[in-house]
C-alpha cells in the first residue's frame, strides 16, 4: 500500500519473522476507523481480483476496466492493476460504505495483512524462497496503542491470509524470476501483456486457451481442461504454468509433440 502526501507512513525498519509480536487492533468506533480506505494505492495479487471479480459477480476483464487504473510492480516493468479510488475530496475506496467494508469477506490481500508489509526474496543458499514482514505505522493509525498482542503467524491466520499466499504462490516466483534478471534487462511490450493476460484477467486467459492455437500446441488433459473451463484457480495456475515454460522455458507444459514421441517410444 502507498501512502498519501498528507499521511506519514513509517515502515518500521526491523524485519519480523512469523513468530515477532506487535500490538494492534481495529474495529468501528476508534477515531480513526476507515481512515486508511481512503488515497490508498492499492496493488492487488491474480487472487484478490479472482476473489472480487467473483464478489461483484462480473468478467475479469470488466471488473478490470471498471474498477483497477495502470501500475506497475515496485523495481520492475511488470504490470499490475491497482484498486481505483473514487473521484471524491477524500479518494475514497470504492468499496468502502458507512458501516466500513462492503466487501469485507473478499477484501484484498494488502487489506488483510496491513498493518504489516510483507515480501519475499528468493535465497540462492536456501531450498526455496523466504518471507520476510515489517511493521507499518501511519500517523493517523490509533491501532498501535491498543493492548491485543498478536504474533505475525497470528495476525495472518486471523486474516485469512494463507489461501490468498498458496494461490498467488507461482505468480510471486514469476515476479522472482524477472526480478533475479537485474534492473537493466528490457522486457519486450508483448512479454508484459502476456504477463498481465495470466495474471490477472482469468477470463481472458480462458477464452485465449479455447480460441486459440493453445490446445493445438499444448496438451492439457482433459481432467485439467475441464477444471479450467470450471475453476479460476485452476485457469490461474494453468495461466502460471503457460507463462513459465512460454518465458523461462521450464516445461511444465508438455508440447503435443513430446506427447507423440513419447507415446511412440512406449509402443
Known amino acids: 500500500m502507498y ?23 481495529c474495529r468501528k468506533g476508534m477515531p480513526c476507523f476507515t481512515r486508511c480506505c481512503r488515497d490508498a494505492g492499492i496493488m492487488l495479487t491474480p487472487y484478490d481480483v479472482i476473489r472480487l471479480k467473483r464478489r461483484l459477480e462480473l468478467p475479469s476483464d470488466e471488473f478490470l476496466a471498471i474498477y483497477t487504473v495502470p501500475g506497475h510492480i515496485e523495481n520492475t516493468e511488470l504490470p499490475i492493476p491497482v484498486l481505483k479510488m473514487l473521484d471524491d475530496e477524500h479518494k475514497t475506496c470504492p468499496f468502502l460504505g458507512d458501516e466500513g467494508c462492503k466487501i469485507y469477506d473478499d477484501r484484498p490481500s494488502t487489506c488483510r495483512y496491513y498493518p504489516i508489509g510483507a515480501g519475499i526474496f528468493h535465497n540462492h543458499d536456501a531450498a526455496g524462497n523466504e518471507r520476510f514482514f515489517a511493521l507499518v505505522k501511519e500517523g493517523h493509525c490509533l491501532g498501535h496503542d491498543e493492548a491485543q498482542e498478536w504474533t505475525v503467524a497470528q495476525w495472518r491466520e486471523d486474516q485469512g491470509l494463507a489461501a490468498y499466499d498458496e494461490v498467488n504462490t507461482g505468480w510471486v516466483e514469476l515476479i522472482l524470476r524477472r526480478k533475479s534478471l537485474g534492473p537493466f534487462t528490457n522486457i519486450p511490450d ?41 475453476d479460476d484457480v485452476a485457469a490461474l495456475h494453468l495461466a502460471m504454468d ?20 513419447a507415446r511412440e517410444v512406449e509402443a
Open 3 to 25: 501512502a498519501p502526501k498528507d499521511r506519514p507512513q513509517v515502515l518500521v525498519p526491523v524485519r519480523l519473522d512469523l513468530d515477532s509480536t506487535f500490538t494492534f487492533a
Open 190 to 230: 508483448k512479454t508484459l501483456q502476456m504477463f498481465f493476460l495470466g495474471s490477472y484477467n482469468v477470463d481472458a486467459f480462458r477464452r485465449f486457451v479455447e480460441e486459440s492455437a493453445f490446445l493445438r500446441i499444448y496438451d492439457v488433459p482433459g481432467d485439467r481442461l475441464a477444471a479450467v473451463r470450471e
Open 242 to 261: 503457460w507463462l513459465k515454460t512460454t518465458l523461462f522455458g521450464e516445461g511444465l507444459l508438455r508440447l503435443r509433440g513430446q506427447v507423440a514421441e
